[in-house]
């Protein structure tokens, strides 16, 4: 995401904006019996039996009723409407993974990824994943530069991981992502996400048992960080954020709006924020410096490159 761009959603959309960055899925086939030119056009002519066991073998098949639901590929569960890019990226972390529309998420794309090591009888750690402009959730996982896939492999090594990746708005409507004006929202989706956990992972059930679920940390990147600004907005009181993590996401006033947010909700204040030095997330990360709860880190590399260096730190 290029400053420009960021300075044109942070004039727009900080509460506090800094001078500087102002029917069927099948085709229908049919069958004609042969028509006896002897017999009355009004009348109706039943098929005999040898006609009625052809049309039976030339009828289609129906699938199990999982495969109709869902398109099931190496343990990937793809429900109608994602798009193929998508379902191919899930498979680059090896596991379990399933995606489809949130209405919480302005029907756009969701994605759970839960990695081969999970271990359901010990207490999870989800991190939500918010992308930055005009990303996906294809290249949030596979591109080459900026990627994913390999961090999420070896952080699952090491804690009891699931992640969860919703698919942004288009370029020029960023402001409404997680805004819940625009009937988005962050409890909501949430609560999508912990009922779906039901459903790929025998033994987790977070919305009966939701101590089954220790931390959840809400992570946005770039423009991502204004979907976790307006996650924290409104007057969801069923949000759950165990730590928030602006990764050179700190435009304008998102940072310590969140911050005030939390404060607000009385969720627990742990933040960590990484900036990069002389740039336009740097003002509003200092602004929080000294404040109980707050890490804030100087980055290091190029903007892109924030995810990589410092996801889930």
Known sequence: MSFDSVSRLVRQNSPNP????????RSKTESTLPVNPAVNKTQTTEPRPDDQLKLQSQAPRLKPLQVILADRHQGVV???????????????????????RSAANGGRELAILIPESFNPEKPAEVMFYFHGHGGTISNGLTNPDKGLAENIKALSKE????????????????????NPKNKESLADLQQEVW???????????????????????????????????????GTQSTVRADRVDFLDASYGSWASEAHSRLKKRGLPVEMRVVYLPGTQTESDALRLKNTAGVTLERGTGGHGAVPRRYLGL
């Open 159 to 178: 804690r009891n991981l699931i992640v969860v990746m919703p698919q942004g708005p288009a370029k020029e409507r960023d402001f409404t992502w997680m």
């Open 195 to 233: 009922a779906q956990l039901s459903q790929m992972q025998p033994g987790l059930n977070p919305v009966n048992k939701p101590e089954q679920i220790q931390k959840v940390v809400l992570a946005g990147h770039s423009a991502g960080g204004l979907a976790l600004m307006n996650g924290l907005g």
């Open 18 to 25: 800094l001078t500087g960055p102002n029917g069927s899925s």
């Open 78 to 100: 793809v429900e109608p409407g994602v798009s193929d890019k998508t379902r191919t990226a899930l498979s680059s972390v090896p596991g379990t993974a399933w995606a489809g």
